[in-house]
């Protein structure tokens, strides 16, 4: 693992190695749909990512990066560009783990043979095997040792030695195949490459609070102990889960990659910043099935989603007509018996409008189905400014329909459909589970989700947006349909992402491993950051809001206690502190001075960054105090801070036990401390805050042995800070090395 900082001309820092830019990485992106001005971007990003893997020309070496996306936003062009930048610079071996069902695996790899153009191209530079069941393996290992021949021979010219390219789908019996495939290999010496696609499932282990190991787990090390030089390059939107993992963890990446979107993205900033959005609708309760609400008859925003999905389809059949796809998702929920009673309910809709609209002309109920879709068009019309007349799309109606194909994906029994995308232009898709995380919807506009939250976990429910995408061009005719809760997530879920990418990409531009990256980021109550099982080491959530941080802990190693006497002493040689006002019976120790409408991002910078606590939990509120300061400067750059020099820098007695830990309360009470005038004279320290803005308080404190022993440490300075409620936020800070107890 890489513990310096690298310094490369043209590349990040943290990179190890400059990666060469060859014909096959051009040759990719020249064939790829991607905008031509985007291409430079896209090599860019990885040339990055793969100057931080273990160096090709080194013997030997392992490393784990992770690269972070949004969701449906071109991850996989991502690692296909690195996999033809890895064969421009002489991988031998690339594997890639994909999928954890048939059709999402037969989805990645006829990606990677269609993007490499493995079925049209005239020179044999990849070997493409995509390890099944049926697999004959000795076909397969007697080329790859071939392949591997080719490369230690001197006499075969670079550009003849052909790449292997694995893919294996994310199983436990597929992964054991390709490790004692490998494990018949001599691959001393030779540079592979491993891209873990959707990184943050399966792949993790889910046993660890038990002392164990899952099945898929225990093969992804196997395999990774198989291959002395390699890099393991963890794909996903939601990294959550490998970001949180004990950094023991083998899997827990040391390098970070955040990946930006081209144009025409659409994502949960273009639909969930602002709670009113024109493409966001929220289905009612009463339409929303619970064990408490039994529906038995379709529900009325399911047929106003629907009327609205085929009034585009006939725009599109109009407008470009059979060509391209329009797509529409019924996602209720994981039970197969909700899919069902869904699918029924919309080809029994499809059925009737399709009668209805086969009437006669005067029919009254063709003319009444006809008023319910102007209904719908003219919904459309507020958003898509590219639709024909009314009169003309209520003529195409019909053919819509026949042009439209619903169907229920799921895994009963036991296997995912695949589906036929060429056959026509509509789809209707109604499913659950199988329709979550990496699944790829063709065209699809309108999604109807009458399902809630569930336990809560934030990767889980964002990994359902399957309406993110590159869509502007079809914006218009987009309609999200969710349930109320589910709404409020993705909404929570913007803030939190968009947070995480930001300390992100700040802490990659310093290139330090990702080891050393404080575990802290923006995240609502309402939301877990992922499934519990796969994390042991705890974590704390907390958040201030018209309350104060202040430490238990005030003792500490004398190095730190005097490195925070010098932050404090340079920190307050530049604040023109003056004598704040009150009552003239206060004591000496009530008089405070103080300094106003200080730039906040200053006292941020040069004090609260650099003062260092001892002890975990402490720490940890801290850091979400910072949080939550970083947070409001985000939003406001120049907010003003209030700083309190505590009995103007006088020593205050504070009892502690060996540990450290106060044994008397940080902050002095009222005086008077009871009665009908209990705080006339001075109101206790807590009150001493600005009215709205954050307030930081300096402590001077003389600790004693107990509550009123002798002086053992003089002059320990403690911060106390007081964050008002329009600056709350919820956050969640882990420490990355202590296991829970």
Request: net charge neutral; hydrophobic share 40%.
């Amino acid at each position: 693992m890489s513990t310096a900082v690298a310094t490369i001309p043209g590349l990040p820092a943290g990179a190890q190695w400059a990666p060469h830019v060859g014909e096959e990485t051009r040759a990719l992106l020249a064939h790829s749909s991607a905008p031509p001005d985007s291409h430079d971007d896209i090599i860019a990003s990885a040339r990055s990512i793969l100057s931080k893997c273990a160096p090709p020309s080194s013997p030997s070496g392992q490393e784990t990066g992770l690269v972070i996306g949004y969701v449906q936003s071109g991850k996989t062009l991502s690692f296909t560009t690195v996999t033809a930048l890895a064969r421009d610079n002489l991988y031998p071996i690339v594997i890639v783990i994909a999928g954890t069902t048939v059709p999402l695996f037969n989805q990645s790899t006829t990606r990677l043979q269609r993007d490499l153009r493995l079925s049209t191209r005239r020179d044999r530079r990849w070997q493409l095997f995509p390890l099944q069941k049926d697999t004959h393996q000795p076909s397969m290992l007697s080329a790859i040792r071939g392949v591997l021949a080719d490369w230690a021979d001197p006499s075969v010219p670079e550009t003849d030695k052909k790449t292997v390219l694995i893919t294996v789908m994310k199983h436990h019996g597929w992964l054991a195949q390709l490790r004692a495939m490998l494990a018949s290999i001599d691959l001393a010496g030779r540079p592979v490459l491993i891209i873990d696609d959707e990184a943050d499932q399966a792949s993790l282990n889910a046993k660890v609070n038990s002392g164990e190991q899952t099945t898929t787990y225990t093969r992804i090390m196997e395999l990774r102990a198989q291959v002395p030089h390699h890099t393991f390059l963890q794909y996903t939107a939601t990294p959550q889960a490998p970001l949180l993992i004990n950094i023991i963890d083998l899997l827990s990446p040391n390098f970070v990659e955040v990946l930006g979107t081209g144009p025409g993205y659409v994502g949960g900033k273009d639909f969930f910043v602002a709670l009113h959005n024109s493409h966001v609708r929220q289905i009612p309760p009463a339409d929303v099935p619970s064990p408490t609400n039994v529906l038995l008859d379709p529900p009325a925003s399911l047929l106003e989603a629907l009327r609205i999905f085929m009034v585009g389809v006939a725009s599109q059949l109009i407008r470009q007509g059979d060509t391209g796809y329009r797509s529409m998702l019924v996602h209720p929920s994981h039970r197969t018996a909700s899919h069902q009673e869904f699918f029924n309910w919309v080809q029994g809709a499809f059925n009737t409008w399709q009668r209805t609209l086969a009437l006669d002309e005067a029919d009254p109920d063709r003319r009444d189905l006809l008023a319910e879709f102007a209904v719908a068009y003219d919904d459309l019309a507020t958003t898509a400014n590219d639709l024909p007349p009314f009169d003309v799309v209520a003529r195409e109606l019909l053919r819509a329909f026949r042009n439209t194909t619903v169907m229920e994906i799921n895994a009963v029994p036991g296997k995912t459909p695949t589906i036929p995308w060429q056959n026509c232009l509509g789809w209707v898709l109604v499913g659950g589970q199988a329709m979550d995380r990496g699944f790829t919807v063709e065209g699809l506009t309108v999604t109807y989700m009458p399902r809630g939250v569930g336990v809560g976990n934030a990767d889980t429910v964002q990994q359902r947006g399957r309406f993110f995408g590159y869509k502007q061009g079809y914006l218009g005719y987009c309609r999200i349909y969710l349930e109320a809760g589910v709404r409020q997530a993705f909404h929570d879920y913007v803030a939190h992402e968009e947070e995480v990418r930001v300390q992100l990409e700040d802490y990659e531009r310093t290139g330090k491993p990702l080891d050393d990256w404080k575990r802290a980021f923006i995240l609502s109550p309402s939301l877990k950051p992922t499934r519990s099982s796969v994390l042991d080491l705890d974590y704390m959530r907390g958040a201030f809001a018209d309350s104060w941080f202040e430490p238990k802990y005030v003792g500490g190693p004398t190095e730190l206690l005097t490195a925070n006497r010098q932050t404090l002493k340079a920190f307050l040689a530049n604040v023109p502190l003056t004598d704040m006002d009150g009552h003239p019976a206060r004591t000496e120790i009530q008089k405070h001075r103080s300094a106003d409408d200080l730039s906040l991002a200053d006292v941020l910078q040069r004090l609260l960054v650099e003062l260092r606590l001892a002890e975990l939990r402490d720490s940890q509120n801290y850091i979400g105090a910072l949080l939550q300061i970083s947070r409001a400067l985000d939003q406001n750059s120049d907010e003003k801070c209030l700083v309190v020099q505590m009995s103007g820098g006088l020593g205050r007695q504070r009892g502690v036990s060996d540990d450290g830990r106060m044994t008397s309360r940080l902050f002095q009470g009222a005086n008077p401390s009871k009665g009908p005038t209990q705080g006339s004279v001075y109101p206790g320290d807590r009150h001493i805050h600005g009215a709205d803005k954050v307030t930081v308080q300096i402590h001077n404190l003389d600790l004693t042995r107990g509550t009123n022993g002798p002086v053992i440490v003089p002059n320990v300075h403690v911060l106390a800070i007081w964050i008002p409620a329009r600056l709350g936020a919820s956050w969640l800070v882990q420490n990355s090395a202590r296991p829970i107890a």
